[in-house]
């Protein structure tokens, strides 16, 4: 059974055929080449695989590709306008919360998906957002910060 | 010696590879794919202890697998582990075997075009097991009566003899413990058991592997030891060194989980091998916490003291669970009577140490190798030698800890060195302050339902292993530094960075040193073929060591330079001085005193080469004959509900002696994670076994293998890092060491904020809050 | 092994247009309902399922409504994470806004509704004690010939046992009714777990009704303490129509170990449970109190 399926891709529109078991984070990574979002448990515990649908934060090991046929889906590849940095990426690198990085793709999502909802959050919103991206180097605090100094990055970026 | 003002070293810059990590675009080991490349997968025992007395691939065969068992591979006996010297390195380990030891253990691989059909291919194959009896704890395998988990154990060539499960055993003794013990006043006699962690690193080891036209191969491993992976597959499949060529690849997460060459790496080269093929190999998350773990320890500990604190003797007596194999528990046995009696003075000290087989995930090197085991006995007793003697706990440790000009053997008792910095005494003074240690709750006298608890404990680690004379471990680094046409500069290494930012550390090393600005020093990419031997990047050497040699070399390479200059600028070397510029974005030589006369390194770089003077390149291996110890302190403030028993950390102040601190922001990040991971292992990380099954009782699944979150840990801003002002004379312009150093006094710096809430000193780690509940309990009943 | 990268076996998969469509798929043996997937799917990685068919229902818009009229009903393909952005639940059902908060991440609640969270009928399921003591019913649709048949079962009848519903393999859950609730309510949830993304070692949620200083009702749920979440009636009796009061609440939280029967699992002890289910309850039924009185 292959199931036709129309994604549009950090903007890009692909058609590809899928059969049913196959998982959207394989497809990404092996069909696509988008291999920014990362396998690292598989059952949804650890987000290295989070991407954006419809610009929410989800987790790409836990979907089926034929699922997801006809909507948007966003990727670490695809943040990042004219190769101009998002705001986000460029206060990860600045406030050092960056270590192996093997986790930063999917947390930059879930801290992307955050700021678009909710642009300036405090602490506590940031620390209960990303609980579901495991970092296994940093402690989390440079991300936290990051993703703070990040709204703000962001809010000025906006008033340009 | 003091710090002088550096251009480069103490400031921050964004880490090279950063961009690449933010953008998705850096490529670690699970996401190589190769032309024509097929996906491997490793078929894993369901049984703790069992033999294979048939297997059959024709079905897997059938639909196009290739696939490999026992039969297929080398026998030969080897360790995963060549940090050590041969005669210290007990060889336990076959590619595959007929014989499994833990469940999840490796008995064959398959490979086929795609990860789906390898997946079903290893579903197919047939396997009829013999199972043995298993031995799931220490104590069932020190009364084995059935067949052993190992018959076959070799020390270099030699065979030795396994009784009882005992895989190796260490007896160190100095001074006299009886007569010592006989002149204290005061005695604490504990037993410690502390937990096996799960390194959990975000991506499961994973390896591809190319067979070369050549008879060699090109293999792309999540590892540390690129060099030792390349000797041991050199052994392994009959390869000259000159055709094995291991790629340096960023590893998603490592804490000494690849200290050693884990057997996804030397499987995918078997199964290449045979399918003459690239093969990856990216396992499970399941099969990933099968693979490793921290070593578990239960151990008595006996400190005195006499009453004005000073400590006469200490005997230890250490139990470890090493699971299935040998990763080299003698040099871990090694280590515990070093980590303990380099924390304190002890004249006297008797130490044994057993490291028995379990039918169990096999244990290895996680961040601290020991030393946190070590350090929640050693200080959690100095804390309660300090309550028995009424002696602030600071001033107990001050007054006996291993400092300035003493000798000290962390890495064992091979490893012996003098201690030329120290910044212990700033490092508890300052900590002390930030914390309002002299304000912290008496414990006696809590009340309530919250209780506030302050605690602290100290520790330190070596920065590399290296010694005067060489001992059991292997300890030395190779760099190669080359200035480029344009007055860049090229460093080539075989160091790694796991993240810490050990690679930029030591190009900053080579910056300061040559006198450019930072971005113009490239770290090269790395491959076995063309890097000289580094042994590995582990026990907190980065810096120190490989950063070490990079700077060594890079003074070599600057003397030919200034050679050159000096032919130029018609002056003696010893009168060239280079510096930055950093408006210009390149390095200057001039002559000292005469700073007009000067020409950028650049001009001399094109000028010796039209010349045909040649390039100003060297190349050196460089052991360090020091190790010397990267003190930390770590001052905890916790929350206890003593109605529920769940601990709340409100707040974290890290002190770390690093001597001069190349990177401070990623220095800071070693302490945040360092105490992440600290805290992990004193409140909840732990992996048990099923006895009936030998299964994880996690199932290998991390939704029930717990670690601390982002929710579970304080703000930003109730984490407090500073660093003691002191210079490393040994090390790298000043420095020294952090990384492991990091996390050691950490489990027992939240023991002892829990004490100071509740009144209980925990011996066992973790202390969860069902032990605190009990603890409580106990206490209210008498 | 499970292998939680891929799933190696093929089954079909159809995404329901209507729930008429649904409920013809799921008349086929083995066909699962998928509605947000992240528990279905880690089931058919780590082998505790093979279904043959899969019937998506997530695009299916009858089971997308979302009523707010007095009584609450949610459909079944609802995201928790839309529950959450609606201004009422937050307001005045905070237990059950506190509950879906506590699940997962935001990535899993993305994905996940709460016809799923029922379903999978855990006994530690977080949404499952704010709705019991909601007395929140679902409605059940199944396929009678052509005509799909519906009937609606008070949640407190709907969980058998751990994983096990009344559910029969041709029905599916179309919403979640929530009756409506008093102005003088107040609700809470409480979970103690492990960390903060974790799955509860227990958790409690109380709905009451203040009329002065009196409890004029209440009604205590706990999760992950037996087979399946549950009322905690005993207490419940104790508490109804007395006075709000600390000593009361000390001296009768501990009938709460009457009404759950705790196990030993991964994450805590039967004797842990027990010990912390009166504080657990105390402490939520103290919120709710206060947010009863109007104080939070």
Same mark, same amino acid.
């Given at each position: 059974?292959?199931?036709?399926?129309?994604?549009?891709?950090?903007?890009?529109?692909?058609?590809?055929?899928?059969?049913?078991?196959?998982?959207?984070?394989?497809?990404?990574?092996?069909?696509?080449? *988008?291999?920014? =979002?990362?396998?690292?448990? #598989?059952?949804?515990? %650890? /987000?290295? !695989? +989070?991407?954006?649908?419809?610009?929410? &934060?989800?987790?790409?090991?836990?979907?089926?590709?034929?699922?997801?046929?006809?909507?948007?889906?966003?990727?670490?590849?695809?943040?990042?306008?004219?190769?101009?940095?998002?705001? *986000?990426?460029? =206060?990860?690198?600045?406030? #050092?919360?960056?270590? %192996? /990085?093997? !986790? +930063?793709?999917?947390?930059?999502?879930? &801290?992307?998906?955050?700021?678009?909802?909710?642009?300036?959050?405090?602490?506590?919103?940031?620390?209960?957002?990303?609980?579901?991206?495991?970092?296994?180097?940093?402690?989390?605090?440079?991300?936290?910060?990051?993703?703070?100094? #990040?709204?703000?990055?962001?809010?000025?970026?906006?008033?340009? | 010696?003091?710090?002088?003002?550096?251009?480069?070293?103490?400031?921050?810059?964004?880490?090279?590879?950063?961009?690449?990590?933010?953008?998705?675009?850096?490529?670690?080991?699970?996401?190589?794919?190769?032309?024509?490349?097929?996906?491997?997968?490793?078929?894993?025992?369901?049984?703790?202890?069992?033999?294979?007395?048939?297997?059959?691939?024709?079905?897997?065969?059938?639909?196009?697998?290739?696939?490999?068992?026992?039969?297929?591979?080398?026998?030969?006996?080897?360790?995963?582990?060549?940090?050590?010297?041969?005669?210290?390195?007990?060889?336990?380990?076959?590619?595959?075997?007929?014989?499994?030891?833990?469940?999840?253990?490796?008995?064959?691989?398959?490979?086929?075009?795609?990860?789906?059909?390898?997946?079903?291919?290893?579903?197919?194959?047939?396997?009829?097991?013999?199972?043995?009896?298993?031995?799931?704890?220490?104590?069932?395998?020190?009364?084995?009566?059935?067949?052993?988990?190992?018959?076959?154990?070799?020390?270099?060539?030699?065979?030795?003899?396994?009784?009882?499960?005992?895989?190796?055993?260490?007896?160190?003794?100095?001074?006299?413990?009886?007569?010592?013990?006989?002149?204290?006043?005061?005695?604490?006699?504990?037993?410690?058991?502390?937990?096996?962690?799960?390194?959990?690193?975000?991506?499961?080891?994973?390896?591809?592997?190319?067979?070369?036209?050549?008879?060699?191969?090109?293999?792309?491993?999540?590892?540390?030891?690129?060099?030792?992976?390349?000797?041991?597959?050199?052994?392994?499949?009959?390869?000259?060194?000159?055709?094995?060529?291991?790629?340096?690849?960023?590893?998603?997460?490592?804490?000494?989980?690849?200290?050693?060459?884990?057997?996804?790496?030397?499987?995918?080269?078997?199964?290449?091998?045979?399918?003459?093929?690239?093969?990856?190999?990216?396992?499970?998350?399941?099969?990933?916490?099968?693979?490793?773990?921290?070593?578990?320890?239960?151990?008595?500990?006996?400190?005195?003291?006499?009453?004005?604190?000073?400590?006469?003797?200490?005997?230890?007596?250490?139990?470890?669970?090493?699971?299935?194999?040998?990763?080299?528990?003698?040099?871990?046995?090694?280590?515990?009577?070093?980590?303990?009696?380099?924390?304190?003075?002890?004249?006297?000290?008797?130490?044994?140490?057993?490291?028995?087989?379990?039918?169990?995930?096999?244990?290895?090197?996680?961040?601290?190798?020991?030393?946190?085991?070590?350090?929640?006995?050693?200080?959690?007793?100095?804390?309660?030698?300090?309550?028995?003697?009424?002696?602030?706990?600071?001033?107990?440790?001050?007054?006996?800890?291993?400092?300035?000009?003493?000798?000290?053997?962390?890495?064992?008792?091979?490893?012996?060195?003098?201690?030329?910095?120290?910044?212990?005494?700033?490092?508890?003074?300052?900590?002390?302050?930030?914390?309002?240690?002299?304000?912290?709750?008496?414990?006696?006298?809590?009340?309530?339902?919250?209780?506030?608890?302050?605690?602290?404990?100290?520790?330190?680690?070596?920065?590399?292993?290296?010694?005067?004379?060489?001992?059991?471990?292997?300890?030395?680094?190779?760099?190669?530094?080359?200035?480029?046409?344009?007055?860049?500069?090229?460093?080539?290494?075989?160091?790694?960075?796991?993240?810490?930012?050990?690679?930029?550390?030591?190009?900053?090393?080579?910056?300061?040193?040559?006198?450019?600005?930072?971005?113009?020093?490239?770290?090269?990419?790395?491959?076995?073929?063309?890097?000289?031997?580094?042994?590995?990047?582990?026990?907190?050497?980065?810096?120190?060591?490989?950063?070490?040699?990079?700077?060594?070399?890079?003074?070599?390479?600057?003397?030919?330079?200034?050679?050159?200059?000096?032919?130029?600028?018609?002056?003696?070397?010893?009168?060239?001085?280079?510096?930055?510029?950093?408006?210009?974005?390149?390095?200057?030589?001039?002559?000292?005193?005469?700073?007009?006369?000067?020409?950028?390194?650049?001009?001399?770089?094109?000028?010796?080469?039209?010349?045909?003077?040649?390039?100003?390149?060297?190349?050196?291996?460089?052991?360090?004959?020091?190790?010397?110890?990267?003190?930390?302190?770590?001052?905890?403030?916790?929350?206890?509900?003593?109605?529920?028993?769940?601990?709340?950390?409100?707040?974290?102040?890290?002190?770390?002696?690093?001597?001069?601190?190349?990177?401070?922001?990623?220095?800071?990040?070693?302490?945040?994670?360092?105490?992440?991971?600290?805290?992990?292992?004193?409140?909840?990380?732990?992996?048990?076994?099923?006895?009936?099954?030998?299964?994880?009782?996690?199932?290998?699944?991390?939704?029930?293998?717990?670690?601390?979150?982002?929710?579970?840990?304080?703000?930003?801003?109730?984490?407090?890092?500073?660093?003691?002002?002191?210079?490393?004379?040994?090390?790298?312009?000043?420095?020294?060491?952090?990384?492991?150093?990091?996390?050691?006094?950490?489990?027992?710096?939240?023991?002892?904020?829990?004490?100071?809430?509740?009144?209980?000193?925990?011996?066992?780690?973790?202390?969860?809050?069902?032990?605190?509940?009990?603890?409580?309990?106990?206490?209210?009943?008498? | 092994?499970?292998?939680?990268?891929?799933?190696?076996?093929?089954?079909?998969?159809?995404?329901?247009?209507?729930?008429?469509?649904?409920?013809?798929?799921?008349?086929?043996?083995?066909?699962?309902?998928?509605?947000?997937?992240?528990?279905?799917?880690?089931?058919?990685?780590?082998?505790?399922?093979?279904?043959?068919?899969?019937?998506?229902?997530?695009?299916?818009?009858?089971?997308?409504?979302?009523?707010?009229?007095?009584?609450?009903?949610?459909?079944?393909?609802?995201?928790?994470?839309?529950?959450?952005?609606?201004?009422?639940?937050?307001?005045?059902?905070?237990?059950?806004?506190?509950?879906?908060?506590?699940?997962?991440?935001?990535?899993?609640?993305?994905?996940?509704?709460?016809?799923?969270?029922?379903?999978?009928?855990?006994?530690?399921?977080?949404?499952?004690?704010?709705?019991?003591?909601?007395?929140?019913?679902?409605?059940?649709?199944?396929?009678?010939?052509?005509?799909?048949?519906?009937?609606?079962?008070?949640?407190?009848?709907?969980?058998?046992?751990?994983?096990?519903?009344?559910?029969?393999?041709?029905?599916?859950?179309?919403?979640?009714?929530?009756?409506?609730?008093?102005?003088?309510?107040?609700?809470?949830?409480?979970?103690?777990?492990?960390?903060?993304?974790?799955?509860?070692?227990?958790?409690?949620?109380?709905?009451?009704?203040?009329?002065?200083?009196?409890?004029?009702?209440?009604?205590?749920?706990?999760?992950?303490?037996?087979?399946?979440?549950?009322?905690?009636?005993?207490?419940?009796?104790?508490?109804?129509?007395?006075?709000?009061?600390?000593?009361?609440?000390?001296?009768?939280?501990?009938?709460?170990?009457?009404?759950?029967?705790?196990?030993?699992?991964?994450?805590?002890?039967?004797?842990?449970?027990?010990?912390?289910?009166?504080?657990?309850?105390?402490?939520?039924?103290?919120?709710?109190?206060?947010?009863?009185?109007?104080?939070?």
């Amino acid at each position: 059974m292959m199931i036709p399926v129309e994604l549009k891709i950090n903007g890009k529109d692909y058609s590809l055929n899928v059969k049913p078991n196959e998982l959207l984070l394989n497809v990404l990574r092996e069909r696509l080449n *988008l291999l920014g =979002a990362k396998y690292g448990c #598989g059952i949804g515990e %650890c /987000g290295a !695989c +989070t991407v954006l649908l419809n610009g929410k &934060a989800v987790l790409s090991c836990l979907i089926l590709a034929a699922s997801v046929s006809g909507q948007e889906i966003t990727t670490i590849e695809g943040i990042s306008e004219n190769n101009k940095l998002h705001p *986000l990426q460029e =206060a990860f690198i600045e406030e #050092g919360a960056i270590q %192996c /990085g093997f !986790c +930063t793709p999917g947390m930059v999502m879930t &801290a992307k998906a955050l700021l678009d909802e909710n642009p300036e959050p405090g602490y506590d919103e940031i620390k209960e957002a990303i609980r579901g991206n495991l970092c296994r180097c940093t402690g989390y605090v440079n991300i936290v910060k990051a993703i703070k100094s #990040g709204s703000k990055k962001l809010k000025e970026r906006r008033k340009e | 010696m003091s710090k002088k003002e550096y251009f480069i070293l103490g400031k921050d810059y964004p880490r090279k590879e950063d961009i690449a990590r933010v953008t998705g675009k850096e490529l670690y080991p699970s996401d190589i794919s190769l032309p024509g490349m097929l996906t491997g997968k490793i078929l894993r025992s369901p049984y703790p202890h069992a033999r294979i007395k048939r297997i059959d691939f024709k079905r897997a065969e059938a639909m196009g697998a290739v696939c490999i068992s026992y039969k297929d591979v080398p026998d030969t006996y080897f360790n995963q582990r060549l940090v050590s010297v041969p005669k210290a390195t007990y060889k336990d380990w076959q590619i595959l075997s007929d014989k499994v030891r833990q469940v999840g253990d490796p008995y064959a691989v398959v490979a086929a075009e795609t990860e789906e059909l390898a997946s079903r291919a290893a579903r197919a194959v047939e396997v009829e097991w013999e199972v043995l009896p298993s031995y799931l704890s220490p104590e069932e395998s020190l009364k084995a009566e059935g067949e052993l988990i190992h018959d076959r154990v070799y020390l270099e060539d030699r065979e030795i003899p396994i009784e009882k499960n005992i895989a190796c055993t260490r007896e160190i003794v100095e001074g006299d413990v009886e007569k010592g013990f006989k002149e204290a006043d005061v005695i604490v006699e504990n037993e410690f058991v502390t937990p096996r962690v799960y390194h959990c690193q975000l991506e499961p080891r994973s390896c591809v592997c190319r067979p070369e036209p050549d008879g060699g191969i090109t293999v792309w491993p999540s590892t540390q030891a690129l060099h030792n992976t390349r000797i041991l597959l050199g052994q392994l499949f009959d390869i000259p060194l000159n055709k094995v060529n291991v790629v340096r690849i960023p590893g998603g997460g490592h804490f000494g989980s690849g200290i050693h060459t884990n057997s996804v790496i030397y499987l995918t080269v078997a199964i290449a091998l045979k399918a003459g093929r690239p093969v990856k190999i990216a396992p499970s998350r399941e099969e990933d916490i099968y693979d490793h773990c921290r070593y578990p320890t239960r151990y008595t500990l006996k400190l005195g003291a006499k009453k004005d604190g000073t400590l006469v003797a200490g005997e230890m007596n250490a139990l470890v669970d090493i699971g299935s194999h040998h990763i080299q528990a003698f040099a871990f046995l090694g280590v515990l009577a070093g980590w303990w009696h380099s924390l304190y003075r002890l004249p006297n000290m008797k130490y044994r140490g057993t490291a028995v087989y379990t039918n169990k995930a096999p244990t290895c090197a996680m961040q601290g190798y020991g030393a946190p085991q070590v350090t929640f006995g050693v200080e959690t007793t100095m804390s309660m030698l300090a309550e028995k003697l009424e002696m602030d706990p600071l001033k107990l440790r001050l007054k006996n800890y291993v400092g300035l000009g003493e000798i000290f053997w962390g890495q064992g008792p091979s490893v012996r060195s003098t201690i030329y910095s120290d910044g212990v005494e700033e490092l508890l003074t300052k900590g002390a302050e930030l914390i309002g240690w002299k304000s912290r709750p008496d414990p006696k006298s809590q009340t309530g339902r919250f209780r506030r608890g302050i605690g602290m404990a100290r520790g330190f680690h070596t920065s590399g292993t290296g010694a005067p004379v060489p001992g059991e471990v292997k300890d030395y680094s190779t760099a190669m530094v080359k200035i480029n046409e344009d007055g860049s500069v090229d460093l080539l290494t075989a160091l790694m960075d796991h993240g810490g930012g050990t690679l930029d550390a030591a190009a900053k090393l080579v910056a300061e040193e040559i006198g450019v600005p930072f971005e113009k020093v490239g770290i090269s990419p790395a491959d076995t073929r063309s890097t000289g031997y580094d042994v590995c990047t582990h026990a907190t050497r980065g810096v120190y060591c490989g950063g070490g040699a990079a700077h060594e070399v890079a003074r070599m390479a600057k003397k030919i330079l200034l050679e050159y200059a000096s032919r130029i600028l018609n002056a003696p070397v010893d009168a060239l001085k280079t510096m930055p510029d950093f408006e210009r974005n390149e390095g200057i030589i001039y002559v000292d005193g005469m700073p007009e006369k000067r020409i950028t390194i650049a001009e001399v770089a094109q000028t010796a080469m039209n010349n045909d003077w040649g390039t100003a390149i060297a190349v050196k291996s460089i052991r360090k004959v020091h190790c010397p110890p990267a003190y930390t302190a770590y001052f905890v403030e916790v929350e206890v509900d003593t109605e529920t028993g769940e601990v709340k950390i409100k707040k974290v102040v890290a002190g770390s002696d690093a001597g001069v601190v190349v990177n401070p922001k990623m220095a800071k990040g070693q302490l945040h994670g360092g105490f992440y991971r600290g805290a992990g292992m004193a409140l909840l990380e732990d992996t048990d076994y099923d006895l009936e099954t030998g299964k994880l009782t996690n199932k290998g699944l991390i939704v029930d293998y717990k670690m601390l979150g982002s929710a579970d840990l304080p703000d930003p801003e109730d984490f407090i890092t500073f660093f003691a002002d002191t210079y490393e004379p040994t090390g790298p312009l000043g420095a020294k060491g952090i990384g492991e150093a990091a996390l050691n006094p950490v489990p027992a710096a939240v023991a002892a904020a829990i004490q100071n809430a509740t009144g209980v000193w925990f011996t066992k780690l973790p202390i969860l809050p069902e032990d605190i509940l009990n603890a409580m309990k106990e206490r209210e009943n008498g | 092994m499970a292998d939680t990268k891929i799933i190696d076996y093929e089954f079909s998969y159809n995404k329901a247009a209507h729930l008429n469509d649904a409920l013809r798929h799921l008349q086929e043996k083995g066909t699962r309902i998928l509605a947000g997937g992240t528990d279905l799917i880690v089931r058919i990685k780590t082998d505790v399922e093979k279904p043959t068919g899969i019937i998506d229902i997530s695009d299916v818009e009858e089971l997308q409504s979302f009523v707010i009229d007095g009584k609450v009903e949610i459909g079944a393909a609802v995201k928790l994470s839309s529950i959450l952005k609606v201004p009422v639940i937050r307001e005045r059902y905070m237990g059950l806004y506190e509950a879906i908060d506590s699940i997962g991440a935001v990535q899993i609640r993305n994905l996940a509704t709460l016809a799923g969270n029922l379903c999978n009928a855990s006994p530690g399921a977080d949404s499952a004690p704010p709705l019991l003591t909601l007395e929140a019913s679902v409605e059940v649709a199944s396929l009678e010939g052509e005509n799909v048949e519906k009937r609606v079962v008070p949640l407190r009848e709907f969980f058998t046992g751990p994983g096990k519903t009344i559910l029969k393999s041709d029905e599916l859950v179309t919403k979640i009714i929530i009756p409506s609730i008093d102005s003088d309510s107040g609700s809470a949830f409480k979970k103690i777990s492990r960390v903060k993304l974790d799955i509860a070692k227990i958790s409690c949620a109380v709905y009451l009704v203040a009329e002065g200083q009196i409890m004029r009702d209440i009604r205590i749920a706990v999760g992950a303490a037996s087979a399946k979440p549950k009322r905690a009636e005993s207490l419940e009796r104790e508490l109804k129509g007395k006075k709000f009061e600390q000593g009361l609440l000390e001296e009768k939280a501990n009938l709460i170990n009457k009404d759950i029967s705790p196990i030993t699992d991964i994450r805590s002890t039967e004797e842990y449970r027990r010990n912390v289910a009166p504080v657990l309850v105390r402490d939520t039924i103290e919120l709710a109190w206060k947010r009863a009185k109007g104080a939070e």
